[in-house]
């Protein structure tokens, strides 16, 4: 469901399985969260974000795990949606997820969102990683596959070789 609560925080939680019809698989937030130590496991939606769907608001994920999230639209595991929406996340690591036709780890900037990520691994997300539409996301000391590595911004762009040891995880 729905948060309108500013400052919404959540502190380790496994969402697993989650569905929703519209946006934000696992959860939705119209006015901001502060997300730690948390995973996000095989949450869909039929529309877009697939786990964590940010629409307004200040959104901090902080040592998140998302992994194999599914939204057909774009945002496989996290989309944000309003000009008033920001997302901050700091040693997440963003796995396998499926956005449909974009960001299948982040969807940002289509209204003017701000995006940073910080220390993190996007990898193996579809289509691509990140679908940021406008402007310029902030990336540092991240991996992030297809990206072009920038030793200044401390980018690089290696496979962190993830398996999948049971496949009852998923």
Do not use: R
């Not at 990520?117 to 990898?123: E, G, Q, R």
């Amino acid at each position: 469901g729905n948060s309108t609560c500013p400052g919404s925080t959540i502190d380790g939680a496994v969402f697993q399985g989650n569905t929703a019809a519209a946006m934000g698989g696992a959860i939705s937030f119209d006015a901001g969260a502060t997300v730690t130590d948390t995973v996000f496991v095989a949450n869909s939606t039929s529309g877009t974000n697939g786990a964590y769907d940010a629409w307004g608001g200040a959104n901090v994920l902080v040592n998140d795990v998302f992994l194999a999230n599914v939204a057909p639209s774009s945002g496989g595991a996290v989309g944000l949606g309003t000009p008033s929406s920001t997302l901050n996340a700091t040693n997440c690591t963003f796995w396998n997820n499926n956005g449909g036709s974009a960001g299948g780890a982040i969807a940002a900037g289509e209204y003017g969102s701000s995006l940073t990520v910080v220390n993190s691994i996007l990898y193996d997300d579809l289509p691509s990683e990140l679908n940021y539409t406008a402007g310029a996301p902030s990336l540092t000391y991240s991996d992030i596959e297809g990206i072009a590595p920038d030793g200044s911004l401390h980018l690089i762009a290696q496979n962190p070789g993830y398996y999948i040891v049971h496949d009852d995880v998923l």
